[in-house]
């Protein structure tokens, strides 16, 4: 009785089916979005504004500029509002007008003196008509490059990221002309470099903007090698997880070793000129949890923001390569995601280099050092570049020090500072040259590997995190080393950044490669 009973159970337990397992993946399960940022207005230069066009006029002084075109009516009531508003016309001014007889809108902007206040002008007279529904005619400017210069300030200004908004209207996308006698001649400058600088850095904001669950490293892969497809004199390199670990690239593949996703290194030459090139190396952390040593909820969401390094070197590449710029260089992402996984390094592990240096991990939240640290050695020895600059999210610390106006600089000569703080004056990315003091290499020394990662020292942070950085970094090869902690991302808009994700480096890396070639 008992065996018959066996048996029954056993029968009636085999016959009920199982449900299948649910794999779980790497890759999310149902993709969030499937569309494309809404579309911006497209720049164009003409020597007479579009019928019902919005107007911007740009300024210099209270009196509205000799041969601006308005009709008499309109001229006489923007005066009177200028006279009752008391608007100055000064860089940084603005008026926004309604009710100009037919005309949507007006916005006079201060366009002071200089390159980067005219970029400024065009950025905030893109922000002030972005919800006018019609088409935006800027006047007020006589001369080719300041017509271009505006219109390339009116494009970063525009920028937005909203494909993921399924619900929201999305802004205007009509027309934005630039107006004036010289308009086929800004269009030849624009269409020489501008355009394709305006599109690298959005293209570079995009990336920074993208969830990690979207962007990953071999999605940061794919979306980068489309964004290069059918440029010439380029080629692209990618190493993925296995490639790494056969070449001993321990410092990277350790950071990575936490998550699903394998670590990446992408390296993209693009040979406009002969000679050595400079090397381009960005920290491309796509989430940085902190990996085992986990860092508080408050603020962790921007992490997904900590890969710009690798976003700016990539848009900067992209901006040669498409202006046919007569430059060499090799633009390297060092692409891993830091999470704290079952397989993640841990506080006190030992990993070892490509070029053989072993690194005492203190803290697995100082990952970006570690993707540098191969990046740099597997760049030197496989491209030979005569100069190498790095960009990374890299410390709190410069962050603390500079706030979100400046950037950190760190060089070991006199000269490669001087290159950086000059490219950084002609783009309007700003720099701070900081101390890379050898008191302050004390703080990598570690008692059982050649070098540590991080530890509690008197040395101030980003100080530390340079050093490490520059150890990799021969002393034959011209350095330096660029923290962006502090201006990667925007909290409220600004005249070229609007909020979010800012694109920081593209223009600074773009203008310095253009001035400094192999000697």
Do not use: C
Not at 325 to 333: D, G, K, N, T
């Amino acid at each position: 009785m008992k065996l018959k009973l066996m048996a029954l159970l056993l029968a009636g337990w085999t016959s009920v089916p199982f449900a299948p397992a649910i794999a779980q993946t790497a890759e999310p399960q149902v993709v969030a979005s499937d569309r494309a940022n809404s579309p911006q207005r497209p720049i164009e230069f003409a020597q007479a504004p579009a019928p019902g066009a919005a107007l911007a006029v740009m300024m210099q002084g209270a009196k509205l500029p000799a041969g601006v075109g308005l009709e008499p009516a309109n001229a006489s009531a923007i005066e009177a509002a200028i006279a009752a508003q008391g608007f100055k016309g000064e860089a940084g001014d603005e008026l926004l007008l309604r009710g100009i007889a037919s005309v949507p809108a007006v916005v006079l902007v201060g366009r002071g003196e200089g390159p980067q206040q005219l970029r400024e002008a065009g950025g905030r007279a893109a922000q002030a008509l972005r919800s006018v529904r019609a088409p935006v005619a800027v006047l007020g400017l006589s001369d080719a490059s300041d017509m271009a210069e505006a219109a390339f300030g009116y494009a970063l200004g525009q920028y937005r990221f909203d494909r993921y908004k399924s619900a929201a209207t999305p802004p205007p996308a009509d027309r934005v002309q630039f107006v004036g006698a010289q308009a086929p001649a800004a269009r030849t400058e624009w269409d020489a470099r501008k355009a394709h600088l305006s599109a690298a850095v959005a293209l570079t904001r995009d990336l920074q903007s993208e969830p990690a669950n979207s962007l990953h490293p071999g999605s940061f892969v794919a979306r980068t090698r489309a964004a290069f497809a059918g440029v010439p004199g380029v080629t692209v390199e990618v190493l993925d997880d296995a490639a790494l670990r056969r070449l001993g690239m321990g410092a990277i593949v350790g950071v990575a070793q936490g998550s699903p996703h394998g670590a990446r290194l992408m390296l993209v030459r693009y040979r406009g000129a002969e000679g050595a090139p400079l090397a381009l190396v960005g920290k491309g952390i796509t989430f940085d949890s902190g990996g085992l040593t986990l860092k508080p909820n408050p603020g962790m969401w921007q992490m997904k923001a900590d890969m710009s390094g690798a976003a700016a070197v990539m848009g900067a590449a992209l901006s040669l390569a498409r202006s046919r710029a007569p430059v060499h260089v090799v633009a390297v992402a060092a692409l891993a995601e830091n999470m704290p996984g079952s397989t993640a390094q841990r506080p006190g592990d030992v990993v070892r280099t490509f070029g053989g240096q072993t690194i005492e991990i203190r803290s697995a939240d100082a990952e970006g050092r570690l993707v540098l640290a191969d990046a740099i050695q597997y760049t030197i020895d496989r491209y030979r570049p005569f100069a190498l600059v790095d960009i990374a999210t890299l410390t709190g610390a410069a962050s603390a020090a500079l706030g979100s106006e400046f950037a950190g600089l760190f060089a070991r000569e006199d000269a490669v500072a001087g290159r950086l703080s000059g490219a950084a004056a002609q783009s309007g990315e700003a720099v701070w040259r900081m101390p890379l003091h050898p008191a302050y290499a004390k703080a990598i020394v570690s008692d059982i590997a050649d070098i540590k990662n991080s530890d509690a020292t008197g040395a101030p942070g980003a100080s530390a995190g340079a050093h490490f950085v520059g150890h990799f970094v021969p002393e034959n090869v011209s350095w330096a080393h660029l923290d962006i902690a502090g201006v990667y991302w925007r909290d409220s808009d600004r005249p070229l950044e609007p909020k979010g994700a800012s694109g920081f480096g593209v223009r600074l890396l773009d203008t310095l490669a253009r001035s400094w070639q192999a000697p």
